[in-house]
């Protein structure tokens, strides 16, 4: 993976304006899932500029992937393009994956697209070399507890943001942002002669849709936003989401407190609590294999926001207590892959380019401020604290809606941590005539065809069917916490 450079970077027509999109399709990288038998899926690029203010200038080329609909044309509604999150998450085979989960009307009606966004997978990956140590193992306790760690912890904050410029390039930097993707999407409407853009997106996703539904508004179609970025700055939204975090791990600890028996970590929330506080400093005290506080809390970061994944962690838990052994709470895949290195680099480059960073005054004041909140926030998902250091200062936030944006549908669970619910609130009202389906009593991050909700799955399926929004918003009910095994 190199650098985004204009040497690196194909060279544009110099006609006075950007060539026409096309895409010619073909095979996929081997890295794709199948799709089932019967169906197919196609790959292809679509050459955009690096500047969308310099149509001639440097090009970079975003891949792209389809699943034809299965359905018969009079069903066919277009495309659907869809987005997995991130910044930073790999689209190319959303294509197959979340088609295989969609209810069987939406594959009869839509082509389903994927696509790498820039500075992801296969559309010029970023590149960020080590981060500031962020790939280390064990990685350095990234919770500071007294001025000299909070000086510590900046200095990390600038090394991340100098090897972010140093590997990812000074155009990358700049280029590599929310409202570029948006504008890559319509390219990609147009290589595909496609009159709308429908779209679903799913957490990050729901903030490029709400970007697309503002830039666009005359070409946007049915939009699906999942899982809703609030409209706020990228470090807004971190705090906000740890502040939320903590209280789902509170409901976490009064769920193992339910099942004393399996987990063996106390029969109340404060003694689970308690648990946890041991293993957290056990670990900070003497890492294990490689395994540190800093591994810890991005095991827990990525448990909280799907229930599934509570009793393996309550399971990893009593398993280090008891006997030491991490085996349980390590991740499936090594943090420090190439497909990792490459979203915590294309993450920081967008949301860094996606608006003005905080102060480091201020990320010290928030830090300080979860930890009045408790002892040990998680802190994992303070991805933007680095933009107090970037090379690259925008002067605007992302535009997310406004008078002229076009609606959308949007879709959340009630106790998301990783989404908080009042993102969707403030966004649908951002957006003119958009409507809210709302999953009550649901503790999870990803819905429409995710939670195998019925009333979510059905009225997400009419709006993408029809066209035609709910009336006023709607709410389902889920179905809460997840039971205890019988034992």
């Known amino acids: 993976m190199s650098p985004i450079s204009p040497s690196a970077a194909h060279a544009a027509s110099r006609s006075g304006a950007a060539p026409r999109p096309t895409i010619d399709f073909g095979p996929c990288p081997a890295s794709l899932p199948s799709p089932p038998p019967g169906e197919r899926v196609e790959c292809g690029t679509v050459r955009v500029p690096l500047d969308w203010q310099r149509p001639t200038g440097p090009a970079l080329d975003i891949a792209v992937s389809r699943v034809r609909a299965s359905g018969t044309a009079a069903e066919r509604r277009g495309a659907l393009l869809v987005n997995p999150g991130g910044p930073g998450g790999s689209g190319l085979p959303y294509a197959v994956t979340k088609r295989a989960k969609l209810p069987e009307q939406v594959r009869r009606a839509y082509d389903v697209v994927g696509f790498d966004p820039r500075g992801v997978g296969h559309s010029a990956p970023a590149d960020c070399g080590p981060m500031g140590g962020l790939f280390a193992s064990p990685g350095a306790d990234p919770l500071p507890t007294d001025a000299a760690g909070e000086r510590r912890h900046l200095t990390a904050l600038r090394d991340l943001a100098d090897d972010c410029a140093h590997g990812a390039g000074p155009a990358a930097l700049g280029a590599l942002s929310t409202e570029a993707t948006a504008r890559d999407m319509d390219a990609i409407r147009a290589a595909l ?7 679903l997106g ?5 903030y490029l849709g709400a970007a697309y539904a503002t830039l666009f508004p005359d070409r946007a179609g049915r939009m699906v936003l999942d899982s809703v970025v609030g409209p706020w700055s990228w470090h807004d939204f971190d705090v906000r989401q740890a502040a939320a975090l903590l209280r789902q791990r509170e409901v976490l600890f009064g769920w193992l407190a339910g099942d004393p028996r399996r987990y063996g970590l106390g029969e109340s929330a404060g003694q689970v609590r308690a ?20 591994e810890f809390d991005r095991t827990v970061y990525r448990a909280l926001g799907r229930t599934e994944r509570w009793a393996p ?3 990893g838990l009593r398993d280090y207590l008891r006997t030491g052994n ?18 915590e680099a294309a993450n920081r480059v967008v949301k860094c380019a996606d608006g003005p960073g905080p102060s480091p005054r201020r990320v010290v004041a928030d ?5 009045r909140l408790d002892p040990y926030p998680l802190v994992t998902g303070l991805e933007a604290s680095a933009c107090a250091y970037w090379h690259h200062r925008p002067r605007h936030h992302t535009p997310l809606g406004g008078p002229r944006a076009a609606s959308a549908l949007l879709v ?17 009202a951002r957006l003119p005539g958009a409507r809210l389906v709302t999953l009550r009593d649901d503790y999870a991050h990803g819905v429409f065809a995710s939670r195998g909700n019925p009333c979510v799955d059905r009225a997400t399926t009419a709006y993408l069917l029809t066209g035609d929004l709910p009336a006023a918003d709607v709410t389902c009910r889920g ?5 205890h095994e019988a034992r």
């Open 193 to 199: 002669g496609e009159p709308r853009t429908h779209f």
């Open 202 to 206: 799913v957490s990050y996703g729901s």
């Open 275 to 294: 648990a946890y506080a041991r293993a957290r400093e056990r670990l900070a005290a003497r890492p294990v294999d490689g395994f540190g506080p800093a």
């Open 313 to 315: 962690l309550g399971d």
């Open 326 to 343: 991490v085996a349980k709470l390590r991740p499936p895949a090594p943090f420090g892959d190439a497909a990792s290195r490459n979203y």
């Open 367 to 371: 830090l300080r401020g979860l930890r």
């Open 412 to 428: 959340a669970s009630e106790h998301d941590p990783v989404t908080p619910l009042a993102g969707a609130r403030q966004l649908a």
């Open 479 to 483: 179905a809460g916490l997840p039971e």
